[in-house]
Every structure is written in C-alpha cells, then in structure tokens.
C-alpha cells in the first residue's frame, strides 16, 4: 500500500476474464487513471470501441459512449448498474489498482490473523523477478485460493482466484503498467 501513495495517475492495458456458470467473459481496454478516483476505460473487448468516464467531480454516474461513430450518443449508468459492473459485482468506482491493492492487504492481513494451520500463504520469485504471493480464504462458505504477482517496484501486475479444486474463476491483468505519466484533465470529462 505504501507504494501507492506515489501513484497520482496511471495507464495500462487492462485484461479481465471470469468464468462462471459455464459462461466466459473477457474485457480488453486501455485504462487511465487519475487521482483522486478519475477513471476512463477505452474498450477493445468485447465491444470495441466503447468509452467509459467516471470522475466524480463531474457527475456520480458513469458516462458511456457505446458507439464511436455516434459521438453524441452517450448513456448515464449508476455504478450499481449491471451494463458497468463486472460479474462479481465489481463496480467501476473501486476497479483501480489502489482499491485492488486494498482489498489484497485487507484479506492477506485477515488471513495472517486468523492464523489457520490449514490456509496456505506462499511467497515466491519467478525468473523476471516477479514476486507472487498465494493465499487462500474462505468466503461465503467457499474455499477461494488468490495468487497476486508484483512487479519488482511491487506493484500489482495479475491476480487470479481459483475455486479449492483449482479451477480458475477470475483472472486480472494489468499490462504496460505506466506509472505517473502526465493525462490532461480532458481525459476525463470528454469522449
């Protein structure tokens, strides 16, 4: 967490996939960042082409243009709505990599103080030097097994959650991580 308070704004290239009920998702987008919470998603999966804004100086709602060629065309979505929100209820607000690193610390410090013998937390290093950590917790009566990787400036780079057979369910990826670069205002109130 403490290398987040050095992170004022960021763009990555964003991949999400879930698996659930037999049914697979994928999202593909360019993501932007801007503190405090300025947040645009530039998607090429699975609708290219699809602009989403949220900055909540401007508005609480989020703001999407679902068209490109229809720039006028833009709808607004609470951020419980179901056309923004991820399969598992994750909402654009709490989809950047702070809240991310939150709620890794949040349930890796549940985990440690619970102390269970029977919960495994491993540390490793990959051969890029990337640093992975492996944990699971029991949530809602399911067993979920986490496994972060951080770069080496220890920054999130992939999360994936697999069901207690190992089976994989969610998997995060944010790639070319550019941290600090300068993104204009505009970014955020303008399609």
């Known amino acids: 967490m403490s290398r987040w308070k050095e992170v004022r704004s960021y763009q990555c290239a964003y991949q999400a996939k879930t698996f659930y009920e037999g049914k697979q998702t994928e999202s593909l987008m360019r993501y932007s960042y801007l ?16 602009v989403l804004i949220y900055n909540p100086e401007v508005s609480n709602l989020v703001k999407v243009r679902p068209f490109p060629k229809l720039k ?4 607004n979505y609470a951020l419980n709505d179901k056309k923004v929100s991820s399969d598992s209820g994750g909402t654009v607000d709490r989809s950047d990599l702070n809240h991310r690193a939150e709620t890794i610390c949040q349930l890796l410090q549940k985990r440690i103080n619970k102390g269970s013998r ?19 917790n029991l949530e809602n009566g399911k067993l979920i097994k986490r496994s972060v990787t951080l770069d080496q400036n220890h920054l999130i780079r992939k999360i994936e959650l697999f069901e207690e057979t190992g089976k994989l369910i969610e998997s995060y990826e944010w790639k070319n991580l550019e941290i600090n670069p300068d993104l204009n205002l505009e970014l955020f109130e303008k399609f």
């Not at 503190?35 to 699809?50: C, F, L, Y």
């Not at 006028?72 to 709808?75: A, G, I, S």
């Open 35 to 50: 503190s405090p919470n300025k947040i645009r998603m530039d998607i090429e999966k699975p609708k290219k082409g699809a």
């Open 72 to 75: 006028f065309f833009v709808l």
């Open 118 to 136: 029977d919960s495994l937390l491993i540390l490793s290093t990959d051969q890029q030097g990337l640093k992975k950590i492996s944990f699971d």
